[in-house]
């Protein structure tokens, strides 16, 4: 008998930060496997532009709500309106975040406290709202927060202390989630992606200092292109992937290895 494994047909998918970049690229990724998908950012122009170039392209029914992760009414509002109109969450990749890049004594507290408050305090505030409203009655849901390869490591590149420390929080934040929600059948863990294009990130990746440096420190001497986190994001959204909680999971060309 030939199995499906990564069919989501019928299951219900939010993605955070999904106004452009990764965001956009696993929302794509989850409706080719017919997931119903949410697209959640703070522009709403955006995810409206999103949210209809998915069900055109794939077919599948989509929403975009406008959500700002820092802000816990908003976020338990948008969780509640998912509930109510397509009557179930499955599945959450935390894909909402920032980055604040300057050498380590030039941080300021506002930096530092910002990075925290969205990437690591409001993937836990969409964490808790969607397992609390959806995940944890129906005992089923998988919960994917994107971290990073700084969430690993430190480097010498360039000066992120915050994003380390907040991405490094998630890492962990995932293993304590997986921890206390196993036994309601939510598998939660975490992908760490190394250097990706997107449009914010092309300039930079494309500098002559970036190439040598990937050359340098990427075992497969080069960036992650569009779609190489996509099987990575369909692999832990799926039942397939019901033994699998608390791990996390570098997509980064070996940066992470060495």
């Not at 990564?6 to 219900?12: A, E, K, S, Y």
């Not at 949210?51 to 820092?70: K, W, Y």
């Not at 036994?183 to 002559?208: A, H, M, Q, R, W």
């Not at 190489?228 to 996390?248: H, I, K, N």
Request: glycine share 10%; charged share 20%; proline share 3%.
């Amino acid at each position: 008998m030939n199995k499906d494994y990564f069919d989501l047909t019928g299951q219900v998918a939010i993605v955070t930060g999904a106004s452009g970049g990764l965001g956009v690229q696993m929302a794509k990724a989850l409706a080719n496997q017919g997931a119903k998908v949410v697209v959640m950012a703070r522009r709403q122009e955006k995810i409206d532009a999103v949210a209809a170039e998915i069900a055109e392209e794939f077919g599948v029914e989509t929403l975009a709500i406008r959500c700002d992760i820092t802000d816990t009414e908003n976020v338990n509002a948008a969780v509640a309106e998912v509930v109510e109109k397509l009557g179930r969450i499955d599945i959450l990749i935390n894909n909402a975040g920032t980055g604040a890049v300057a050498p380590a004594e030039d941080i300021t507290d506002e930096q530092f406290s910002n990075e925290m408050e969205i990437d690591l305090f409001g993937s836990f505030k969409v964490a808790r709202a969607v397992a609390k409203q959806a995940m944890i009655p129906a005992n089923y849901g998988r919960i994917i927060n994107i971290a990073s390869m700084y969430g690993l490591v430190g480097n010498k590149v360039a000066g992120s202390a915050p994003y380390h420390a907040a991405k490094g929080g998630v890492v962990n934040l995932t293993r304590a989630l997986a921890s206390e929600w196993g036994k309601y059948g939510i598998t939660v863990n975490s992908i760490c992606p190394g250097y990706f294009y997107t449009p914010l990130t092309k300039e930079t990746l494309d500098s002559d200092f970036f190439q040598q440096n990937a050359k340098t420190m990427i075992p497969e001497e080069r960036y992650g292109n569009e779609g190489e986190l996509d099987t990575a994001a369909v692999f832990l959204a799926s039942p397939a992937s019901s033994y699998v909680t608390g791990v996390q999971l570098p997509v980064d060309g070996g940066y992470t290895c060495m």
